[in-house]
């Protein structure tokens, strides 16, 4: 008990260490990637978090500026800091499918465990990881310190060279200065692998004709990793089909029908070893509807439905750029929004913090009457504090009425969404002024 005070002591007080001169990636970090697997255990009222193995890989494909400093707060987060001065050399936020199903009626009564894998910069000299997850209410619920010596022997060498065929879709740049986008193909055979390539291009053209992507393709690299699948398509438990694929992804997660995901992170990560990906899109061989997003972990979408170029779009909002659901429908065993807590997604609100969000975004006389209802205008680009997001009719607020954050018929993110997506590529990518 003692040890896991101490540790959720440390790990709450990580947050505030920020250096006040940036970190030099050059000083702490190999051009090299630390992989570290996870074991995520429990259920609804409590979880363990287990490191299972680590590895290493040429070539470090994440940021290189604002090493030391969260943008957004996600469910999770990853310190790398220095065992001696306690400097926080890297951080990096998530969320995982584990904490999603956490919220489920299945996670009252039974326990589960799930893989994580994370990526970080290889040290030069021992450092101290702690991972640590928040709740709803945006609390440490669990964390875990490993110290990482470099020249531990026992971690594995993967990647040298890559075993999985890949190739630049569209290069705008060196690695080390872009950000770089990897379509990963899922239930496509060897010989379909020209259709995948044909998807990837339409997946690739979806992104890039949204704001604030168009305006900012020269910040974005595009791969596409060819991992063949020994069967052709995706399972669907629902209808008692099963596809043996590259990434065993299937429908039905937590028994939606509509939900696409892979529970195999481990094996999504082997077949990229070595390969230069820092966001990964996964397309799905299917014309079945469906897809997923998880923030700084990965999109799934079906890649032969008629909403495909949409649905690709949206998830990328997810795992990308960290945005919530704008839709609502209040069949959620669980609220994931508490009304005495503000959510970090930059696009839905409780009104906790308000100012915090897009307030700045309104005018003076706006704030005296927010809009509440939309008046006639532009429902896509209208501000104001509309009820209802994050899978909640009452108590959180999206900033306009229709986006694409909410249904697949609006044509562009809101403008908040656009400037949210728009900042978090500037932290990936521009060292930013220090307050």
Excluded at 121 to 128: A, E, L, Q, R
Aim: aromatic fraction near 10%.
């Amino acid at each position: 008990m003692h040890i896991t005070k101490t540790l959720l002591l440390i790990a709450a007080s990580l947050a505030s260490l920020a250096a006040e001169a940036k970190v030099s990636f050059s000083d702490h970090f190999e051009d090299r990637t630390l992989r570290l697997d996870y074991i995520f255990a429990g259920n609804n009222r409590t979880a363990q978090v287990f490191l299972s193995d680590m590895a290493q890989s040429p070539g470090w494909y994440g940021r290189r500026v604002n090493l030391d400093r969260l943008h957004l707060l996600g469910n999770g987060q990853i310190y790398v800091t220095h065992p001696e001065t306690r400097d926080t050399l890297y951080a990096q936020s998530f969320s995982t499918l584990f904490q999603e199903w956490q919220t489920t009626e299945q996670a009252a009564s039974e326990c589960r465990a799930m893989e994580n894998v994370f990526l970080v910069p290889f040290p030069k000299h021992p450092v101290d990881i702690t991972l640590q997850l928040t709740d709803t209410h945006r609390r440490v619920s669990v964390a875990t310190m490993y110290r990482v010596d470099p020249t531990d022997i026992l971690i594995q060498r993967i990647g040298e060279p890559a075993t999985t065929p890949w190739s630049y879709l569209r290069k705008a740049g060196d690695s080390r200065e872009k950000i770089d986008l990897a379509f990963v193909a899922e239930g496509y055979t060897e010989d379909e692998m020209n259709i995948f390539h044909a998807d990837c291009r339409r997946a690739m053209e979806a992104i890039l004709s949204h704001e604030p992507f168009r305006s900012m393709a020269d910040r974005f690299n595009f791969v596409a990793v060819a991992a063949p699948s020994r069967q052709s398509g995706i399972s669907i438990p629902g209808k008692h089909q099963w596809v043996d694929t590259a990434l065993g992804s299937h429908f039905d997660t937590f028994y939606s029908a509509r939900y696409l995901t892979s529970l195999r992170l481990k094996r999504l990560h082997d077949v990229l070893a070595g390969i230069p990906y820092e966001h990964l899109i996964l397309l799905a061989n299917t014309d079945n509807y469906g897809g997923g997003g998880i923030y700084n972990s990965y999109t799934l979408s079906s890649a032969h439905h008629a909403t495909m170029e949409p649905v690709v779009v949206h998830e990328v909002g997810h795992s990308y750029g960290g945005l919530g659901d704008e839709y609502y429908y209040d069949d959620q065993y669980e609220v994931l929004y508490p009304a005495d807590t503000e959510p970090w997604e930059p696009n839905i609100t409780t009104l906790v913090d308000f100012s915090s969000k897009w307030a700045d975004m309104l005018t003076p006389r706006q704030l005296r009457h927010i809009p509440t209802k939309p008046d006639g205008k532009d429902v896509y680009r209208q501000l104001g504090v509309y009820e209802g997001g994050g899978y909640q009719s009452k108590g959180v607020y999206r900033p306009v009425q229709e986006c694409r954050m909410k249904i697949n018929e609006a044509p562009a993110f809101c403008p908040v969404c656009e400037r949210a997506l728009r900042r978090i590529t500037d932290y990936q990518t521009v060292e930013l002024d220090r307050e």
